[in-house]
């Protein structure tokens, strides 16, 4: 098999595998806060966008399937235009990558190593990621092959073990505290880790073209958000919404809530594992991805070369925040949800309405 081709079963596991443990979390206690008790319809909303995204994607890629995105992206808004845009889509991967690394770091350094400095923390997972990176897309995949139904089962496992402690009563009044304002907000936590289902514009013409086969993708997404909407739901029943809302990483704090019998306890060390090897994955594609789209415009279209260059960049930017609070309240709250959501929601729309006002212009022509 070629190493810089994607199988759409690998599509499947991977998506699945980068979107689900991240969202569930690091976004329930922000969505609880502001939806309270009807979270889980934000989370119903973040899953709508994020076929929205994919769906629109898809659109584009489907039209040129043999092309790479920035020759798409030029051939539907123009070279300067279409170049300006996707050079910024690129800018976004890399910021979000750092993002991805200092949470790692602040996560990692806050339950298991918290005397070891973040930024070793970081080089460490930066520098195991370079490999599978640099040999290509495919290694990517079958990784995700192997991983994946470790952390489905990872995640599943402890959930239903939590069964016991679950009150539905939690759940209610229905609608009555939050309202749609509140609903819609809380979903645009999660759909922004949801959203990130755009990379298919870079990736797609890397994967196995079958139309037929899409569906790999489609559920995987929809896999993803089920399993937040299950982890959501799961939080609020057991603690409620004062409790959830007061966590930054409720989910965390639910496995460590479990016991069956005294025997079965201590749950965390699950999460925390399926964690790494999650957001291992999410580090992987992120940094091919950016390291791929930016050789494109290179004269050489070095890949290899860049995702050191990348890798570098990730990891000056991802030592920029000061804190905790920082990367995981401040930069949702002011950069990523304002300007990088939209965008990503926005641009593959944008091609996607491109090229139909097209085709009607030259229908009628």
């Known amino acids: 098999m070629n190493d810089n081709v994607l199988t759409y079963k690998q599509l499947f596991w991977l998506f699945l595998s980068m979107q689900v443990i991240m969202n569930m979390l690091l976004t329930p206690s922000g969505s609880i806060m502001i939806a309270q008790q009807d979270a889980w319809l934000s ?10 995204t994919l769906w629109t994607s898809i659109k584009v890629c489907t039209r040129y399937p043999s092309m790479d995105f920035h020759v798409i ?16 889509l690129l800018i976004s991967f890399t910021i979000v990558l750092a993002v991805m ?30 490999y599978p990176t640099f040999h290509g897309l495919g290694v990517i995949g079958r990784l995700a092959e192997i991983f994946g139904p470790i952390l489905l089962l990872g995640i599943i496992s402890p959930i239903l073990l939590g069964i016991v402690n ?11 505290d939050s309202g749609i304002l509140a609903i819609i907000t809380g979903s645009l936590g999660p759909a922004a880790f949801l ?17 037929n086969k899409i569906k790999y993708l489609v559920w995987g997404i929809i896999t993803s958000g ?4 299950l982890s959501v739901t799961s939080i609020i029943t057991t603690f409620g919404v004062k409790i959830a809302s007061t966590h930054l990483y409720p989910f965390l704090i639910l496995e460590r809530y479990i016991s069956i019998f005294g025997m079965i306890e201590n749950l965390d060390a699950i999460v925390i594992t399926v964690w790494i090897l999650s957001i291992f994955l999410k580090i992987c594609l992120y ?9 494109m415009y290179t004269a050489k279209k070095n890949r290899q070369k860049m995702v050191f260059y990348i890798a570098g960049i990730a990891f000056l930017l991802s030592l920029l925040p000061r804190n905790v609070v920082d990367i995981s309240i401040e930069f949702p709250q002011v950069v990523g949800i304002p300007f990088i959501l939209p965008f990503w929601v ?12 097209k085709d009607k212009i030259n229908k009628t022509q």
Not at 166 to 176: A, E, I, N, Q, S
Not at 351 to 357: A, D, K, M, V
């Open 43 to 52: 989370a119903l909303i973040a899953i709508l966008i994020s076929l929205l």
């Open 73 to 88: 992206i030029e051939t539907i808004a123009g070279k300067w235009i279409g170049r300006i845009l996707s050079i910024f």
């Open 101 to 130: 690394l200092r949470q790692y770091g602040e996560f990692v350094s806050g339950t298991v190593l918290p005397k070891t400095p973040i930024s070793v923390i970081i080089f460490c997972i930066l520098v195991t990621a370079i």
């Open 166 to 176: 679950m009150d539905v009563k939690h759940l209610l009044p229905f609608w009555y």
């Open 195 to 211: 959203t990130d289902c755009v990379l298919i514009l870079w990736i797609f013409n890397l994967s196995e073209f079958h139309p």
């Open 226 to 229: 089920l399993l937040y909407l």
């Open 287 to 295: 940094l091919f991805v950016t390291s791929y789209g930016f050789s």
């Open 346 to 357: 926005v641009l593959p729309l944008f091609l996607s309405l491109t090229i139909f006002i």
